[in-house]
């Protein structure tokens, strides 16, 4: 499977170096987010209420997917709207409206996409532009993944807004942060009509998948405490991850996914000075540089230098627990009023071979929910080697399908409902949403061994 990743990067190379000189010239000249003035927060972030739109413009380069512009975006903006910190400080997060040509201004989905990094420069609304896939170190195969996820939803006619959902620091793992970036780029949407021509009270959808799905799941458990108001038909998420507690994320260790320990650390610690600091005491001299790399690169230039290798060991052995103490105070406090009533509908898609996620851990998950009294609709793919990665595209149909009956307004099944998925094939009419080149790198990867 590696290589047909390879390919997708490489094809994307050529692609790019297939450019005219001049508009190559002017992509080089786009500044990542850190280093962009649309994306600072403002002096006076204080005088915006959570969900304020502070300015807005369209993006300033191409949105793409390996070389190719999604053929259902006929319109993007990007809004810069202000949210809230995991310390409750006033902030600012970025989203990206995409708007379908011939679109239905009365459906929305906010989709979360796995960002999975510890920088601003890493947020979609970036990574989705072809100035950031013509820079090794920000270039991110995830995103342009979830790009052609999103055309899924597009080519419905729904509006798709895409938060930078670890708000201005990249702050990955950092629950609050997220749940409430989402909520308020959902508030900014409703407040967006002279922007993106959104009706004033569209039926709204949650969708993520992987890190999506965690922030899309954090969104939901937040949603009664933070945002009462907000009415959400629907929020499907897929991929989650069955760590119940902070020192669960040393599991990944020497793993294929391994950078996402200094991914999750840093992005935490952004939020958290005392985490940040136990970090750099605990760090062995020699290793500080590589650890503290995912603060300038996405996680496919990290997973390059970190995939299987110890990131423990780049600790002095005695130092271990108090960081771990630290990180589960950091963590408990990101958990402390999040959970709440779910009062969306929910549907749950899941592969019983995940190696980020046990099976087990998810069937409590869902089992938890249903005790709870929340609407379930669980769905459980159980072909075999159906990985992370696979489901996350075999997937999409099926949570495709069940929100299209959220947002055309079919009420959810009561209760839970359990269903077991067997697809182990991608769905041709999904297929048929991409140019040759790429939907032929789907199928590889789906039918690749890994
Ligand atoms: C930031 O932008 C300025 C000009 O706007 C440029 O001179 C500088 O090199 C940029 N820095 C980085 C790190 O991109
Ligand atoms: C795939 O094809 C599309 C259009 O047919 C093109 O725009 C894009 O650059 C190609 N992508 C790659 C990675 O070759
Ligand atoms: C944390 O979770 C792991 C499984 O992910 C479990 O083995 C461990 O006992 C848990 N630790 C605490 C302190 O709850
Ligand atoms: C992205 O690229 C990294 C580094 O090459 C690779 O490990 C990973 O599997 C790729 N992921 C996807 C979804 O293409
Ligand atoms: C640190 O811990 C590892 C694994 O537990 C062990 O292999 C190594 O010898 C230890 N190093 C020291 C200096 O204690
Ligand atoms: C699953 O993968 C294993 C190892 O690559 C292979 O032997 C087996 O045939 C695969 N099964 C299916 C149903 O693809």
């Not at 952004?270 to 005491?281: G, N, R, V, Y």
């Not at 087990?360 to 005790?371: E, T």
């Not at 696979?390 to 079919?410: E, F, H, N, T």
């Amino acid at each position: 499977m590696v290589h047909l990743y390879y390919w997708l990067v490489a094809s994307l190379a050529v692609s790019a170096s297939n450019l005219h000189s001049i508009n190559r010239h002017r992509l080089q000249l786009i500044p990542p987010p850190s280093n962009d003035s649309f994306y600072a927060v403002p002096g006076n972030i204080g005088t915006f209420a959570p969900g304020d739109i502070i300015k807005h413009r369209e993006p300033p380069s191409r949105i793409s997917a390996y070389g190719w512009t999604p053929t259902h975006v006929q319109k993007a903006y990007q809004i810069l709207y202000r949210t809230t910190d995991s310390r409750k400080n006033p902030t600012a997060a970025v989203l990206t409206a995409l708007i379908p040509p011939d679109a239905d201004y009365n459906k929305v989905v906010s989709l979360q996409m796995a960002e999975d990094s510890a920088t601003i420069d890493c947020g979609p609304s970036y990574t989705m532009l072809l100035s950031a896939q013509n820079n090794p170190l920000l270039i991110s195969n995830i995103t342009q993944l979830q790009l052609l996820v999103a055309e899924a939803a597009l080519v419905k006619k729904w509006i798709v807004i895409v938060p930078d959902h670890e708000g201005p620091k990249g702050s990955f793992t950092a629950s609050k942060m997220t749940g409430h970036a989402i909520l308020d780029g959902i508030r900014a949407t409703l407040q967006s009509h002279h922007v993106t021509g959104i009706g004033s009270n569209p039926k709204i959808g949650l969708w993520g998948y992987s890190g999506g799905g965690a922030a899309t799941q954090i969104a939901v458990e937040m949603q009664e405490h933070y945002a009462p108001e907000l009415e959400i038909a629907g929020a499907a998420m897929g991929g989650l991850s069955s760590l119940k507690n902070a020192s669960g994320i040393f599991s990944i260790n020497k793993g294929p996914s391994a950078a996402l320990i200094p991914s999750a650390l840093l992005g935490l610690a952004s939020q958290h000075p005392e985490l940040q600091k136990a970090i750099d005491q605990s760090l062995k001299p020699e290793f500080r540089e590589l650890f503290y790399s995912p603060l300038h690169q996405c996680l496919q230039a990290s997973s390059m230098l970190f995939s299987y290798q110890d990131i423990l060991g780049m600790f002095r052995n005695e130092s271990i627990p108090g960081l771990t103490a630290e990180l589960i105070k950091a963590w408990n406090e990101e958990s402390q009023d999040g959970a709440s009533k779910i009062k969306a509908p929910l549907y749950v898609y899941q592969s019983v071979v995940d190696h980020l996620s046990s099976i087990q851990g998810i069937d409590a998950l869902v089992r938890d929910y249903c005790n709870q009294g929340f609407n379930v609709h669980y769905e459980r793919a159980n072909s075999p080697n159906l990985s992370h990665v696979k489901y996350g595209i075999l997937g999409v149909p099926g949570a495709v399908s069940w929100l299209q009956d959220r947002l055309d307004g079919k009420e959810a099944s009561r209760g839970c409902l359990y269903h077991t998925d067997t697809t182990s094939t991608l769905d041709p009419n999904m297929a048929a949403l991409y140019p040759r080149n790429i939907s032929d790198a789907l199928y590889g990867i789906i039918s690749s061994s890994i």
